[in-house]
């Protein structure tokens, strides 16, 4: 029990050094670090992110293990990665910089929250979709998640407007200079319009899909973006996920998937954060969900 007793005072002696200036200086470094890493883990860099941990890591590691070829050529890397993070990270550091620069300081600082308008951007969309289907219009709408889009914004014209359906059938008119284009949604605000999307390598897909199909699949494969799509032949309504494509949808059924995707009841929404944290926990659920499903959607 000595030993009990000298931790305890060691600890009060400790605490008794500590100032508020220096609670004040680790959480504030330590918020800005979660910041950081929010901002990464919600663009496609994340993965870059994760290699450069796994680099460090095998450093430490061949450290220890004294490998020293194999820490002299990680150490090299390494000197060499500071310059090669700032062109990698360009785009996201210069939103952290326009964000410090701006008026709009506290959009970092300030907690995400579900934004109301989704739900009308919800119903306008699926209004203008049944309107598409029987009018053989096409259309590419992107609602965007977790991960921005910015870079796909940028290829396109930036808007900021809500989500209406009048507002829809003029951007996708065929005589309108921005209908060849995907339609970005954030947070259920247009934010983009005219966007060029990345197609799918995936060639499995039906020939008979044009490119607004092979478009939609290609970003929902890079993103966790939410893809909906109107065939200008046929009419017919399409949701990509996952790059899974899901077809020949009534008006209806879009809205429910629509709903189910974007605005998930807290239960299912706790069982996605379950499965983020378990992936073979959430393997098992998606199984019990649909089943598997082939590169069609198609079960």
Request: proline share 3%.
């Amino acid at each position: 029990m000595q030993w009990l007793s000298q931790l305890g005072q060691g600890a009060i002696l400790f605490i008794q050094t500590i100032r508020v200036t220096d609670i004040l200086d680790i959480a504030l470094v330590a918020y800005l670090l979660y910041r950081l890493m929010l901002l990464v883990s919600r663009t496609s860099t994340a993965n870059v992110a994760k290699a450069i941990v796994i680099l460090v890591v095998t450093l430490w590691v061949s450290d220890l293990l004294r490998l020293n070829v194999v820490s002299f050529i990680l150490g090299r890397v390494l000197e060499l990665g500071f310059l090669a993070l700032v062109v990698i990270f360009q785009p996201e550091l210069r939103k952290l910089l326009e964000q410090l620069g701006s008026n709009r300081l506290r959009s970092f600082f300030a907690k995400e929250e579900t934004v109301p308008q989704l739900e009308e951007a919800i119903n306008q969309t699926v209004a203008a979709y049944t309107a598409f289907s029987k009018d053989r219009v096409g259309a590419l709408m992107v609602f965007e998640r977790k991960n921005l889009l910015d870079e796909i914004i940028r290829t396109g014209t930036p808007l900021d407007c809500g989500v209406d359906a009048m507002l829809l059938k003029n951007l996708f008119w065929d005589k309108a200079p921005l209908h060849d284009g995907a339609v970005i949604v954030r947070a259920g605000r247009v934010v983009g319009a005219g966007c060029m999307l990345p197609l799918t390598s995936n060639n499995s897909l039906s020939r008979d899909l044009g490119m607004r199909h092979r478009a939609g699949v290609g970003v929902s494969e890079r993103t966790d973006a939410v893809v909906a799509i109107v065939s200008e032949e046929t009419g017919s309504i399409s949701l990509a996920v996952g790059g899974m494509l899901k077809q020949h949808l009534a008006p209806e059924s879009l809205e429910r998937m629509l709903r189910a995707e974007l605005a998930p009841a807290p239960e299912a929404e706790a069982q996605e954060q379950q499965g983020e944290k378990f992936p073979l926990l959430g393997g098992l659920l998606k199984l019990l969900k649909g089943g598997a499903k082939d590169g069609t959607g198609r079960e």
